[in-house]
């Protein structure tokens, strides 16, 4: 697999750490939910289509990319830096 | 004498010999021959005993399709399995051995097999190690006693034992076209794309290119299309923007599209030149791939058609027009479409003897007649071979009328004496790569095959891949697919005029007395097993392929798969796209380990030495790998056990003085207005608090609660914090602040670098440490007052810089040195001159774990990903004051549950070791399982308790204290009788670190 | 100042090495005496943070992915987003940096202890490092004087393009001579010489 990094360009996957579901929210620090940080910490939607994940770039520029992935053909949809995106950017 | 070397033809060096041996006899070839090649030249075509009858079996394809005639290649003490003769390339000194055969491949005791045929049908092992379901042997272990002999007998070759001495390389390429396959599609395709500037790789399994069109009897712009095909593939090869690689067989596809090679680089010479590799396995990242693939012929499935002497159309006419070989004296051809008289005509041309053509179709073309009589072969239209006569080679055949619209076999069998049958069951495009990539193939009607399916990536195929049979065709279909502007003139080709397509007859079903016909040679599959798997309610093909084991051996199923899918279909009654095709899978040849490992083992896998690692290896140190780092376990005396070793070091910190090499640490620098802040977020205690010029122990959770790491953060600035963490946890803490601050908080503005490179870290501790720097540090004071407990100084020893921490792990007074990694090894031995007054003693890892241990200090081993805070009883740092990483799950009820395990130290009571990882029990000898309430996380001899000791997570923890039980180990039957104690073993008031 | 300590040790064996048959496939050697400072500008202060390096170095850049300066044995290169490698063979490289670049335009850290610098060159300087290293060296992917951020066994490394046959590797101090050994190991096929 190869995934296109907005700094690098091209890089094959074993440059990549899986990060996980790029869809949940933190609730605020100071919530204390239970159900909302249950929800936070162990659920993870496994959608079949697309799906929004974290990659860490930990083998070249070392920032984690938000990748939007076919989880049915792998194919790759879009990628953007997850710091553009938290801080109100959009992929 | 059945198969021979014709007088001329092929392209072997005829003027050189090459000498090897096949089972221990001496043969010779030609350069340029593969083992195949050159033992058919010498007559011999028995190559093997296949896989469960053990039935004799010759060459039947002639590359990487051979289900059959598969070798052992020995050198020295290294034996490679399974490599096939049709592919193996001889060269002086080759020694080779048959497989599945004992004693030798003439006499085969276990063809007995053959006798026990029912017994070894579909389904076998599901069937036979269930055990014995009734009888006196139900319920005993008489299975597993047999088992071992039965699957002694039913297999391929074996394994060798001995390491792998050949080097094997990885390559990374990239480019913009990679072109698989260096057919006449191949070529063209690739000099299409080449033109237009593109960086292009093609890939061709075998040693010369050309493909199919190294055995053929056409001719390309007026020439031998072999020779046309050289020059073609010189002119690309001579492009600055082409690298031709041959030998390199393409098998995987992979997502984004990247596919994996395999290049013979050296393993057909007799010698190679310093640090060759013998394999290379490239991986390559393509912008488009084109598949010119070709397509592999398939056999008929008839009673008697694995015997030697019987063989893929195309490999007889490969062997003569290729290696100059005639597989028979008298070749017969059987077939359902009119590529076999092509091959007819060719072999006819080589000089080879056909005596008949049996084809099932009721009536063939004119120029399929006019082929027949031109070779003088006498056409059987409408028949079909019913059974071969063979000892170890073929000798004769019974062919009978058939009819190919109800595929009915009628009329009285008639003889036809001839050593070779060349079968030719029509055409299956090579989709594997295509198929891999995830595509579902479609099925053709004309051609009765699988074409490759619409692509997912940006691949396409073209040739005989793509379903194109005749060359003019495929010529066109190439320079399209190369390229959409390719403007290539392409040369004119001279070709009988021939239809590629088949009638759909794919076998001639036995009848009750008939022989065995053959589906999967190499497993030894029959058609009647895939009927029977029918029967047993095995319809899927992916049932029938695991149940059968149809199409899982080393050749993948490349002859077996459609025939096999076409007999399911056929017993099922429907058509064969309705049953469909399993997916093809990497690898599409076998790949050996080697290759796949590269230089990843041993001495070449990453190893990672600390700055002073060269004077632990000179001054006795006992090495020990703790992931990639080497680290001094020991610094042995001669005649000095492990333990004595780590007792004399402790002993020494405990009284004296001591260092220790802590380079390992993981360090972060830690920068920004933002870095306290960030700090008081992912630590359990307060950072922003800190003066500069301090450092505080910390804890970090993870989100779900638990403990992740621990460690000092030194206050470097305002803004700046150096942090560290356990050696192991170094890349995770580093990747775990990255993301809070990339994808949670990112308006906090921090930057992370990793240092642990830049920092050598010494821990100098013991009672005389403070004399030790005294003796050697200069610019300040380090008395209780300028570095009290945790603080920090910016000093120089010999003149280099270096920082001071007063901290403590060993509960010690003690401090860590850091300076500048390049002047690690001097800052040592600057502190082991200074100590020498005090008999300072460098200590490894065990006295170091030893000293931890005593002082109840937790590491990895407890801080295992399962324990909490509480667990560890370190309560005492979860910050009411603020929300960190962690805190929100903190109330939850897994963490509050009181039979959670917690720490612990335990003494042993018969004055000998606790094994590590022992279960905490109540009875002596527990039975089994035990009721384990707990297990033991590190355990050493205390010096400084004169006791053996270790620490434990256990159930209740802290009320135990006091309670007797036992630290078993079942494995090492080691049974101690302990005391729960405190983990606070030793200086439980920390007045010896305070001092 | 005494010299630093080389982590590479007894694995630097200068002389020629290998398959000698094709001449000197590759030179390798170790640069030493630089100054490695990394400078991470905050994403607003990237202009601000080149123009200071500019007048420090002499060494000008515009802000685009992976671009870099190279002028003897001074470089300046950039591997991710703000950050950047600035290397020169003079000791108060740093200083001279911090005196241009205040502390809230970008942070600064002296990594020269914390990397090794292994200069890679010669004809077939491609084909060796392309057996390490999954990116793709082609001067048209990785032009002259840019930099890169990659992985050699799933270390990270840094690499600058020099001129046509030349590269420089950055390679993590603690693994610099397990790194030397396999690169060597890697040469041995077309032949090299160390310096």
């Known amino acids: 697999m190869i995934i296109k990094c907005p700094y690098c360009g091209p890089r094959d996957v074993i440059e990549f750490t899986y990060q996980g579901d790029a869809t949940r929210k933190r609730p605020e620090p100071l919530s204390n939910d239970p159900d909302v940080w249950n929800a936070y910490v162990y659920d993870r939607s496994n959608p079949s289509g697309l799906h929004r994940e974290f990659w860490l770039h930990s083998g070249g520029c070392r920032q984690h990319l938000v990748v939007t992935r076919d989880m049915t053909t792998h194919a790759i949809s879009s990628v953007a830096f997850a710091r553009d995106i938290a801080s109100g950017g959009q992929a | 004498m059945t198969s021979s070397r014709l007088p001329r033809g092929g392209r072997v060096e005829r003027s050189k010999s090459v000498r090897f041996t096949f089972d221990g006899k001496a043969y010779s070839g030609h350069p340029g021959d593969t083992l195949a090649s050159a033992l058919l030249a010498s007559g011999i075509t028995l190559f093997g005993r296949s896989f469960k009858y053990h039935r004799p079996r010759g060459v039947f394809a002639a590359g990487s399709d051979e289900p059959n005639a598969l070798v052992t290649v020995l050198s020295g003490d290294v034996r490679e399995p399974n490599v096939r003769a049709t592919e193996l390339e001889i060269h002086d000194g080759l020694v080779t051995q048959s497989q599945n055969r004992f004693p030798s491949l003439d006499h085969d005791f276990m063809a007995i097999n053959q006798l026990a045929g029912p017994l070894f049908s579909a389904g076998f092992y599901y069937k036979t190690f269930m055990g014995p379901a009734i009888g006196p042997l139900r319920g005993t272990r008489f299975w597993m006693f047999c088992e071992k002999f039965i699957r002694r007998a039913a297999g391929l070759g074996k394994a060798g034992t001995a390491p792998d001495p050949d080097r094997y390389e990885r390559m990374n390429a990239w480019c913009d076209v990679l072109v698989v396959g260096s057919g006449p599609a191949g070529l063209i395709a690739a000099e299409a794309a080449a033109g237009t500037g593109a960086r292009v790789i093609i890939a061709e399994e075998r040693p010369l290119p050309g493909g199919s069109l190294l055995a053929s009897a056409e001719t390309i712009d007026g020439r031998d299309p072999s020779v046309w095909a050289r020059e073609k593939a010189a002119a690309l090869a001579a492009m600055p923007n082409v690298r031709f690689l041959t030998r390199t067989s393409v098998w995987g596809y992979y997502d984004g599209n990247v596919l994996t090679a395999i290049e013979h680089v050296s393993d057909f010479k007799p010698n190679r030149t310093k640090g060759q590799p013998r394999q290379r396995h490239w991986i390559i990242r393509t912008g488009k791939t084109i598949l010119a693939t070709g397509a592999f012929e398939r056999p008929m499935v008839f009673p008697g058609n694995d015997c030697p002497g019987v063989m893929l159309a195309d490999a007889v006419r490969r062997f003569a027009l290729e290696y100059g070989v005639a597989a028979g004296s008298n070749v017969t051809l059987f077939t359902n479409n009119d590529s076999a008289y092509e091959a007819a005509r060719a072999l006819s041309l080589a000089g080879v003897n056909i005596v008949a053509i049996v084809d099932v179709r009721a009536d063939v073309s004119g120029a399929c007649r006019d082929i027949a009589t031109a070779a003088n072969a006498e056409l059987l239209t409408g028949h079909a071979v019913t059974g071969t006569h063979a000892g170890k080679t073929l000798s004769s055949i019974t062919v009978q009328h058939f009819n190919a619209e109800t595929c009915r076999v009628s009329g009285a069998p008639r003889e036809i004496r001839t050593d070779c049958l060349g079968v030719s069951g029509g055409w299956s495009p090579a989709i594997h790569l295509a198929s891999q990539a995830g595509g579902k193939p479609e099925w053709d009607e004309d051609l009765q095959a699988f074409l490759p399916p619409e692509p997912n990536q940006n691949w396409v195929v073209t040739g005989a891949a793509a379903g194109y049979m005749d060359t003019i065709s495929v010529l066109s279909d190439a320079a399209t697919k190369g390229s959409a502007k390719s403007r290539l003139i392409l040369p004119p080709v001279e070709a009988p005029m021939l239809d590629a397509s088949p009638a759909p007859v794919f076998q001639i079903e036995p009848s009750a007395k008939s022989q065995k016909a053959f589906v999967d040679f190499q497993h030894d599959v029959t058609a009647d097993d895939v009927r029977l798997a029918y029967r047993e309610g095995f319809h899927s093909v992916e049932h029938l392929k695991r149940y059968t084991t149809l199409g899982m051996a080393t050749d993948q199923g490349k002859t077996s798969n459609v025939p096999g899918l076409a007999i399911m279909a056929d017993a099922r009654g429907i058509s064969i796209p309705e049953a469909g095709t399993t997916r093809f899978r990497p690898p599409f040849t076998p790949v050996s380990f080697g290759a796949l490992a590269g230089e990843r083992y041993g001495d070449l896998r990453p190893h990672r030495l600390t700055p002073m690692h060269d004077w632990h290896l000179a001054n006795g140190a006992k090495m020990y790998e703790a992931g990639l780092w080497h680290r001094p376990m020991i610094y042995g005396s001669h005649g000095e056990t492990v333990e004595q070793a780590y007792v004399r070091e402790a002993r020494a910190v405990r009284q004296s003085v001591g260092i220790v090499d802590v380079s390992t640490l993981g360090k972060i620098d830690i920068q920004g207005p933002d870095a306290a802040e960030l700090l008081d977020r992912v630590y359990t205690n307060m950072f922003s608090t800190l003066p500069v010029g301090k450092a505080r122990y910390g804890l970090m959770l993870r989100e779900d609660g638990l403990a992740f790491d621990d460690g000092t953060t030194w206050r470097l600035g305002e803004t700046q914090f150096l942090m560290t963490t356990t050696t192991a946890n170094a890349g995770p803490v580093m990747q775990h602040l990255e993301y809070y601050l990339d994808c949670i908080w990112p308006e906090l503005r921090v930057h992370l670098t990793s240092v642990t490179d830049v920092w050598a870290g010494t821990a100098v501790a013991g009672p005389k440490a403070r004399a030790l720097l005294e003796a050697c540090v200069t610019g300040t004071k380090v008395d209780n007052d300028t570095l009290p407990f945790m603080g920090i100084v910016h000093s120089k020893i010999e003149g280099v810089p270096v920082m001071v921490c007063r901290l403590s792990f060993s509960g010690e007074l003690a401090y860590e040195v850091y300076c500048g990694s390049g002047y690690g090894t001097r800052v040592w031995e600057a502190l082991l001159t200074a100590g020498k007054p005090f008999d300072v003693m460098p200590y490894g890892l065990e006295a170091l774990g030893t000293l931890r241990i005593e002082k109840g200090h937790v590491t990895g081993a407890e801080i295992d990903g399962r324990a909490s805070a509480h667990d560890l009883h370190l309560d005492w740092m979860l910050s009411k004051k603020k929300p960190f990483i962690g805190s929100a799950m903190l109330g939850r009820e897994g963490l509050k549950d009181e039979n959670r395990l917690s720490l612990v130290g335990l003494v042993s009571l018969d004055n000998q070791a606790i094994t590590g990882g022992s279960h905490i029990v109540t009875d002596a000898r527990p039975r089994e399982p035990a009721d384990s309430f707990g297990h033991v996380t590190a355990a050493c001899y205390s010096p400084a308790l004169g006791k053996y000791i270790a620490l434990a997570l256990v159930k209740h923890g802290t009320s135990m204290i006091g309670n007797r039980a036992f630290a078993t180990d079942l494995l090492r039957g080691r049974h101690c009788p302990v005391e729960i104690v405190s983990h606070h073993m030793y200086d439980p008031e920390g007045s010896r670190m305070h001092g | ?195």
């Open chain 3, 1 to 195: 100042m005494a010299e630093l300590q080389s982590p590479i040790g007894s694995a630097y064996v200068t002389g020629d090495h290998g398959n000698a048959a094709g001449g000197v496939g590759v030179t390798i050697r170790e640069r030493i005496g630089l100054s490695i400072i990394q400078i991470t500008a905050w994403s607003d202060t990237i202009p601000e943070v080149l123009t200071a390096i500019g007048s420090a170095t002499g060494l000008v850049l515009q802000n685009k992915p992976g671009l870099g300066r190279v002028a003897g044995e001074k470089s300046v290169f950039g591997f991710a987003p703000g950050r950047y490698f600035v290397v020169a063979a003079t000791p108060e490289l740093e200083l001279r940096l911090r005196s241009v670049i205040s502390a809230d335009l970008a942070t600064i850290i002296d990594l020269t202890h914390g990397r090794t610098v292994i200069r890679v060159s010669g004809p077939d300087a491609e084909w060796v490092l392309s057996k390490l290293f999954a990116i793709d060296f082609s001067e048209h992917a990785f032009p002259i004087a840019y930099g890169r951020a990659t992985l050699h066994h799933d270390i990270h490394a840094n690499i600058q393009h020099i001129d046509d046959e030349t590269f420089d590797l950055y390679v993590f101090r603690t693994f610099a001579r397990s790194f030397w050994k396999t690169l060597g190991h890697a040469a041995e096929e077309v032949g090299y010489k160390v310096e």
